[in-house]
């Protein structure tokens, strides 16, 4: 995060301290913070997969997904969806001991 959006979350996490912002405007303004859903390609996913050394069996299981649609992924069939984009995301940057 950059430095800007650091002090306005601390800034903002003040204001909701003390009362002065309410619980959604300070979510929206953490929300500022976060990176971009990427868009993975089949050969990104597979490679997230390898890197980290787990099956699709395994690694559908700790992203919450079934292993047909981590198959269906990695072959370009289906694309993951804004939640599990967000989890490949994390485990590409931090790997899947994060989750795990």
């Known amino acids: 995060m950059s430095e800007i959006l650091d002090i306005a979350l601390d800034m903002a996490k003040g204001l909701f ?7 959604v405007t300070l979510r929206e303004v953490e929300a500022l ?3 971009k859903k990427k868009a993975f390609k089949p050969e990104e996913i597979r490679e997230i ?6 099956s699709q069996a ?5 992203i919450g997904v079934g292993k047909t649609t981590v198959q269906q992924w990695e072959q370009g069939q289906k694309h ?21």
């Open 17 to 23: 301290e003390v009362g002065a912002m309410d619980e």
């Open 33 to 35: 913070g976060l990176p």
């Open 49 to 54: 997969r390898i890197s980290n050394h787990v």
């Open 58 to 62: 395994a690694f559908a299981a700790i």
């Open 80 to 100: 993951p969806g804004g939640a599990a984009k967000r989890l490949l995301d994390v485990i590409s940057r931090k790997g899947i001991g994060v989750l795990a």
